[in-house]
């Protein structure tokens, strides 16, 4: 977050969030590589990739960038970072995960501490 926000008035939030993307594909490609794991196939894999790198690239990275001109990189870098809580709870409510009394108490927690981190 703290080399983002240093290069922000360079080039811009937008460039730097879509290239964060670009290094971290191509070491994904070469791991698969490595593996032994074929490409996808057909049509529908390819548009789901692709969809899927537009929503992570335009939403969450190019938010990411935008937010964190509007904060510190410390801050940025715990509410980014807490994207696991966010995780947790969206999955029990849409698709019912059980989480348990102790996951709850801690979801809670979580969710109060980045709340009084963010009013401060």
């Not at 926000?5 to 070491?27: D, H, N, Q």
């Not at 698969?32 to 789901?48: C, E, I, N, T, V």
């Not at 995780?87 to 927690?109: D, Q, W």
């Amino acid at each position: 977050m703290v080399a983002m926000k240093e290069v922000f008035p360079k080039a811009g939030p937008f460039f730097v969030s879509s290239f964060r993307l670009i290094p971290a594909g191509f070491l994904l490609i070469a791991f698969s590589a490595y593996k032994g794991r074929r490409l996808p196939s057909g049509y529908m894999a390819w548009f789901s990739i692709a969809l899927f790198g537009l929503v992570n690239a335009a939403f969450f990275q190019g938010f990411l960038a935008e937010g964190l001109q509007r904060t510190s990189a410390g801050l940025g870098s715990v509410i980014i970072d807490s994207q696991p809580l966010t995780v947790a709870i969206l999955a029990a409510f849409l698709f019912v995960e059980f989480v348990g009394v102790v996951g709850v108490a801690g979801l809670i927690l979580g969710v109060l501490g980045l709340l009084l981190l963010e009013i401060q």
